[in-house]
């Protein structure tokens, strides 16, 4: 008899005779198979023939309706047993996989025949086809089956064994989903599943469609396999930027630029819509218009063009508030889509720790990189991973070389010495040549020279300070992906005090503007005052309105700024791709073709081709994104620019790459360099956020230009909205919200929350780390443990085992009684109290892990609750059951 | 839509988009076809046994650079001798996809670095691995030291040979392995 089956409750279901009992007969060869060694009495009953079969069913159609009650109590119990039965088989799933398949394979069959056989006898006895049980039983299988095909994929199998697996599904599937429903609702359920195939094939075909519709996929990957990893990723980021402007450009365009002008006055109609009679006869030519100047400069570009009425158009549509809530949220979209971004890349790089553990294998199993498909790559790659051997092995002999060690650490310090002193320089040449600028703009007549001195000057250093810290950076001898950090560090840093020299100058040129304005308002204010009053003039006949552009205006700073972020945009594109056709096309055509006649072999030897320069492209990237951040609130049009400028920079350098460009001397792959590149992003646009908003909170905007025209500070704009468009009691809220008495409370407990959740990140990964650190002890322990004695006993290892679990529960006690007290709450948390040392033991100790488990007879398989200290003794136990009677 | 209709079936064709990652089955059988034009027909409709031989197969640009071409073609192949039926080529590309699981491809790097269960041969198959990673540039000391330390490493449960399972929880922790 089963003791399996004996100590289940709901054993006297066996006792009523009915048409179950075939089935679970049927399900006796996935039990067995779960447990072997142990009988099924049910089994004996599918022997039986048909006729005994159709005795039952008579008997049980008889009993059905009172059946009908238990069988719903039946179920859950069956469930029960059902659940038992696949625990088991999880742990069991150690034996081959081929074994199994076969195994499968019969189990299939045979359930086929018998459905078929079953089936056939309920549908020949009556209309009322399949009982409840039968149904949730062929539903189940049926969604087994549903299951199988879905995760067909991922299987390890031959195409052939596949489609074989596969044929037999459908097969089954077509034969028993139409007999699931009953009478009407069967034509209903086959329609379903009808419906629900179509769905899954137009989602692959969706699916598919989407894979294609990745732009410049291939491009990227040719790149990829011609120049490494490292390469494409600068590709990578270049496209997800794309994707994020264009975000920004569809912001931007359909809230701000295209309403104003479909629906706000035409150009020529208000003054700050025209442009001054003064520079009417130049303003059309090309050096004025290239200098954004002109027609361009009152276009709805920038920030001066747009009208500060309040709504405009039959929609009423508020442009004011539009154009500010559009600035706010480009910022707030670009943020939250950098973090999320980071976010994500984040998640799949918990297991860091574990680098120093598997050196040599990941050395060996994971260098290659599969994408390359170039034999000039695979020949440096071939080399670097042969140094990379060579470097851990030489680590591994000899753990520490002490002259070496003092020599690079050395190095480092001076190079980082140099570089230090090469930033202060050019800093301080920054700054001097800034200061001159400001002399010289005073002066009258000054030469081109003197006018663009400072970026003349800021794009020398762009050129030469890179190379030169590359040059001292190979000193320090790091390894490329760290090099590349640093020197990305570097430049970044460089950059950054480019760009704030160049906001210093703005900001100067800003407030010199708005110190005139008071001027300029009342100059405004007399002309209009005296053109309409003045004498001569017949008071009867009114007098026609000042032609638009006669009106003299103020020097509208935001427009000013605008236009300077346009045009270093501009200038900053067109040096990229000058330098790229100069520096890289020219030079490799230069080395290709005059190598023929040469005195020494230019390939090789001094010029060379260039390499593609990861870092540089990546900051200008980052350091052009910063100045659209910048910009766009002053001129709209900016980021449309910018997308052009990044499609353009997306054909122009796959082509330059592929055409000018040699693949560099040590490949190395760019893993996670990608969230250093947002880290890098999130910078700057925080540090492009901080202009902005000082901008927009404490300066007035200009009196006769842009959407904020009139108001004290461009935020005044929300306020009115609130005021006039919204109920009372909603802008009561507002007010309310706004006082600081709640905001500093907000504030505080902001910071609260982030102090709490740093503590118990931090505490949680020192728990992770001590347990990793257990983890490692043990492997020791055992190690030495094999070592010492070959010929392990049982009886040995079961008292190691009983001594590790106990050495880790200990361990387990002593690690979270020195963590504070909201640390031994999360873990207790995660690992439910005791139970956690059973857990750790099951993870930690391989023997157990490996061990067939199967009960000892008698113990309930099922017992729910993980009891403590259970796990090495039943894991023994069952080795003992296991072994053959003596 | 219609040229593929002429190579497969419709249930054909249906039956590989189940089981393959990546989906363009018209794009691999001419890719496929195009290795060797005078061996392949164009009509898969009567399943031909065609084998395409190793030396077309391991001159493909995706793997004419690879170390490991020649295991990989053999560990698709059906006995293990790098010919390759339209079956193991459709395979190859389903594992190799992007789209294909860590799982799935954790179990195939098993086979095709052939740390295989005996120890012996397993610990021949490293050596082959590592002479192959660098091109034999290493004295044969430094070959076996690095054996002997992969091992060490990755050998979980210390019986002296990497399973499946050891190799599986080495290389699903790699930074490296599938980015």
């Keep these: 008899s089963s003791p399996h089956l004996s100590s289940l409750p709901c054993d006297r279901s066996r006792r009523s005779p009915s048409m179950k009992r075939p089935h679970r007969a049927e399900e006796a060869p996935g039990r067995r198979r779960a447990q072997p060694g142990q009988k099924e009495r049910a089994g004996g009953s599918p022997g039986s023939g048909s006729p005994r079969r159709k005795q039952a069913e008579r008997r049980g159609r008889r009993e059905l309706l009172g059946d009908r009650e238990r069988g719903s109590a039946e179920k859950i119990c069956r469930g029960r047993r059902k659940k038992d039965g696949r625990a088991s088989l999880r742990e069991q799933r150690a034996p081959s996989k081929k074994e199994k398949e076969v195994r499968r394979k019969e189990e299939v069959w045979k359930q086929l025949k018998k459905h078929r056989s079953s089936s056939m006898a309920s549908s020949t006895s009556s209309g009322e086809s399949l009982s409840e049980e039968e149904l949730a039983h062929i539903l189940e299988q049926v969604e087994d089956k549903k299951k199988l095909i879905a995760s067909m994929r991922s299987k390890p199998w031959p195409m052939s064994r596949k489609l074989a697996e596969l044929r037999e599904a459908q097969e089954f599937l077509e034969k028993y989903e139409g007999a699931l429903g009953k009478g009407k609702g069967k034509r209903l359920y086959a329609y379903r599943m009808l419906m629900a195939k179509k769905w899954v094939k137009f989602k692959r075909d969706f699916d598919n469609f989407k894979t294609q519709c990745i732009p410049w996929e291939m491009k990227i990957k040719d790149i990829e396999s011609h120049f490494g990893s490292s390469v494409a990723s600068y590709f990578i980021f270049l496209r997800w930027m794309y994707g994020v402007n264009l975000v920004l450009f569809g912001l931007i365009f359909g809230l701000v630029i295209i309403p104003e002008v479909l629906m706000g006055m035409p150009y020529g109609s208000i003054p700050r819509k025209t442009v001054p009679r003064a520079e009417e006869e130049k303003a059309m030519d090309f050096s004025v218009l290239w200098d954004f100047e002109g027609y361009m400069k009152y276009s709805a570009l920038f920030y001066g063009y747009y009208n500060n009425q309040r709504t405009i158009g039959w929609l009423r549509y508020r442009l004011p508030m539009a154009y500010f809530m559009v600035g706010v949220s480009v910022f707030g979209y670009s943020l939250m889509i950098v973090i999320r971004s980071m976010a994500s890349n984040n998640q799949g790089s918990t297991s860091e720790g574990d680098s120093d553990n598997f050196t040599f294998s990941f050395k060996m199993f994971t260098s290659w990189d599969y994408l390359i498909g170039n034999s000039e790559t695979a020949d440096n790659k071939y080399a670097s991973i042969t140094t990379s051997f060579k470097e851990s092995i030489v680590d591994e002999q000899e753990s520490s070389k002490e002259e070496n060690v ?315 909205t609130v005021e006039n468009d919204f109920p009372t009691f909603l802008g009561k809220i507002f007010a309310f919200l706004a006082n600081p008495g709640l905001i500093i409370p907000a504030i505080l407990l902001m910071f609260l929350a982030i102090y709490y959740l740093n503590s118990v990140s931090k505490s949680l990964s020192r728990a992770n780390a001590q347990l990793r650190k257990k983890i490692q002890a043990l492997r020791e322990v055992e190690k030495s443990h094999k070592s010492v004695k070959s010929r392990a006993t049982a009886r040995d290892s079961e008292d190691t085992d009983k001594s590790n679990s106990k050495n880790d529960t200990q361990l387990t006690k002593e690690g979270t009684a020195h963590h504070s007290a909201s640390q031994s709450q999360t873990l207790d948390q995660k690992a439910q109290g005791p139970g956690a040392s059973s857990s750790a033991g099951k993870t930690v100790l391989p023997a157990s892990q490996h061990l067939p488990v199967s009960r000892a007879p008698g113990v309930r398989p099922d017992s729910g609750q993980a009891r403590p200290q259970a796990h090495p003794w039943r894991s023994t136990s069952g080795k003992q059951a296991w072994r053959p009677p003596h | 839509m219609g040229n593929k209709q002429t190579v497969f079936t419709h249930e054909q064709l249906e039956a590989y988009q189940v089981g393959m990652m990546d989906q363009a089955i018209g794009g691999l059988f001419y890719r496929y076809q195009d290795l060797a034009p005078q061996l392949v027909p164009l009509d898969y409709t009567s399943c031909p046994d065609v084998k395409v031989p190793y030396e077309l197969i391991g001159s493909m640009p995706e793997l004419k650079d690879n170390p490991f071409r020649q295991r990989i073609a053999q560990v698709f192949s059906e006995d293990g001798d790098g010919h390759m039926t339209l079956d193991n080529f459709l395979d190859m590309f389903s594992v190799m996809s992007e789209m294909a699981p860590r799982d799935l491809k954790a179990y195939y790097a098993f086979k095709i670095y052939g740390v295989c269960a005996d120890p012996r041969v397993g610990k021949w198959e490293r050596t082959q691995t590592v002479t192959k990673l660098t091109r034999g540039e290493l004295s044969t000391e430094e070959v076996s030291l690095i054996c002997e330390k992969v091992l060490d490493e990755a050998d979980g449960d210390h019986d002296g040979r990497l399973s499946l399972e050891d190799f599986r929880n080495m290389i699903l922790r790699a930074p490296d392995f599938l980015r």
């Design chain 1, 406 to 720: 003092h020599l690079t650490r050395f190095l480092r310090v001076l190079a980082n010495f140099l570089i230090i002193c090469c930033l202060c320089g050019s800093g301080y040449l920054i700054y001097f040549v800034v200061k001159r600028s400001q002399e010289f703009s005073k002066m009258q007549n000054v030469s081109w020279y003197e006018r663009n001195e400072v970026e003349i000057v800021m794009s020398l250093l762009g050129m030469f300070c890179p190379p030169l810290f590359e040059t001292i950076a190979t000193l320090e001898n790091y390894h490329p992906r760290i090099g590349l950090k640093w020197q990305l560090g570097r430049i970044f840093a460089l950059f950054l005090g480019n760009l704030y020299t160049f906001l210093l100058a703005l900001m100067d040129d800003v407030q010199l503007k708005l110190s005139n304005e008071e001027t300029i308002k009342n100059i405004t204010h007399w002309t209009l005052f005296h053109y309409y009053n003045s004498s001569g003039w017949n008071e009867s006949v009114p007098r026609p309105p000042l032609h638009p552009a006669d009106v003299p205006r103020g020097s509208c700073w935001e427009t000013a700024v605008g236009i300077e972020f346009m045009r270093l945009t501009v200038s900053d594109m067109l040096v990229t791709y000058i330098t790229i056709l100069l520096g890289d096309f020219l030079r490799a055509c230069f080395v290709r073709f005059m190598n023929y006649c040469w005195c020494w072999d230019l390939e090789a030897g001094f010029p060379s081709y260039a390499e593609f320069d990861i870092s540089g492209n990546v900051l200008g990237l980052i350091f052009n994104q910063g100045m659209i951040w910048m910009g766009s609130f002053y001129a709209p049009g900016l980021v449309g620019i910018n997308v052009l400028r990044l499609l353009t920079s997306m054909y122009f350098q796959c082509w330059a790459v592929m055409s000018s460009n040699v693949p560099h001397e040590r490949v190395f792959k760019a893993s996670r360099s990608n969230n250093f590149y947002m880290g890098l992003l999130l910078l700057v646009l925080f540090l492009s956020l901080l202009p902005v908003a000082y901008t927009i909170m404490s300066l007035p905007p200009s009196f006769d230009c842009g959407p904020f025209s009139g108001k004290n500070r461009m935020y005044d704009v929300i306020q009115e």
